[in-house]
């Protein structure tokens, strides 16, 4: 059980991790996008959309794992 839990912790850590990052990129994007170039802006929203991606997975994985719990 204590290796489930450790995974649990590991992933939930990730998780906010990622979601931190993610916010601070939409963040930048709201106050400075029309700063920089439309490749740059297309390039950031891409990397905002693959780490919300990341962080549903680990939130379904989160799920699975509390079901063990």
Do not use: C
Not at 18 to 36: A, P, S
């Amino acid at each position: 059980m204590d290796d489930i839990e450790t995974v649990y912790w590991d992933l939930r850590k990730e998780r906010e991790n990622v979601y931190t990052k993610r916010n601070n990129l939409v963040t930048f994007l709201m106050n400075h996008g029309d700063e920089i170039s439309p490749d740059q802006q297309s390039y950031m929203h891409q990397q905002a959309s693959a780490m919300n991606a990341y962080v549903n997975a680990l939130t379904g994985r989160i799920e699975d794992l509390e079901n063990q719990l």
